[in-house]
């Protein structure tokens, strides 16, 4: 059964701070990984990874795919107030099915 | 910019009643889901259809719920008859798929449904 599994559930910070989010993934023919943003309402794309080792930067949110590891990670640098959000990990497999994580919940302390 | 359009946003209604919800997915956009999200369970995929065909319904209770595509510019899910245990956000999203390679989903607003 495919599986994404996120780390930590949740996690507060001050702002300022870097944050490390974890995802790894069983997906039976994987196609991609999806990082998500959710604040109050709908899921917001942040970054799609295909190739191993390519890290992809959007402003101070990084992530990065290890295919050999079965991971993924993103990276909040310089973290603000409006960091704040969960943040969803998706495996891409089959015919474009997506398969979710829990989520990570970041709170960001002024 | 262009966005999935879901209505209603909200929708409180009584057990057995039945609930459609819509979505207008993104012009151009062949693909087209529908999620349920709770606090317990996440996100998970109940339906989902490609150029109006549905592909996989798995994760759709068959007894009460349906999903459709009439035309590209709507789809729809349907509760008949509701229950309590069906009050979720219900979230469409499209995204475009052309042959090996696929596009990001975008996902609407959702609609935040109460079952009393």
């Known amino acids: 059964e495919d599986k994404v599994v996120q780390s930590p559930l949740s996690l507060v910070v001050h702002e300022g701070d870097t944050v490390t989010l974890n995802c790894s993934y069983e997906v039976t023919n994987f196609r991609s990984l999806l990082w998500y943003k959710q604040e109050k309402k709908a899921p917001t794309f942040l970054f799609m990874l295909?190739?191993?080792?390519i890290e992809k930067k959007s402003g101070r949110l990084s992530s990065i795919l290890d295919k050999k590891e079965l991971s993924s990670i993103l990276n909040i640098t310089a973290t603000q107030t409006g960091d704040s959000a969960i943040y969803l990990c998706a495996g891409v497999f089959n015919d474009y099915k997506l398969s979710f994580g829990a989520g990570t919940t970041v709170t960001v302390r002024a | 910019d262009a966005r999935v359009t879901q209505t209603p946003r909200h929708k409180v209604t009584e057990m057995g009643q039945e609930v459609t919800m819509r979505c207008q997915p993104i012009?151009?956009?062949?693909?087209v889901f529908w999620y349920r999200q709770t606090m317990m369970q996440g996100l998970e995929l109940l339906a989902y259809f490609r150029n109006r065909a549905p592909l996989d319904d798995s994760g759709m209770p068959k007894d009460r719920f349906s999903a459709e595509m009439p035309d590209a510019t709507l789809a729809t899910l349907k509760i008949q008859p509701s229950e309590p245990r069906d009050s979720a956000v219900y979230f469409c999203?499209?995204?475009?798929?052309?042959?090996?390679?696929?596009?990001?989903?975008?996902f609407g607003d959702g609609t935040r449904l109460s079952i009393l």
């Open positions: 999203a499209s995204g475009l798929v052309q042959g090996r390679g696929g596009q990001p989903q975008h």
């Open positions: 295909t190739s191993s080792g």
């Open positions: 012009l151009g956009h062949n693909t």
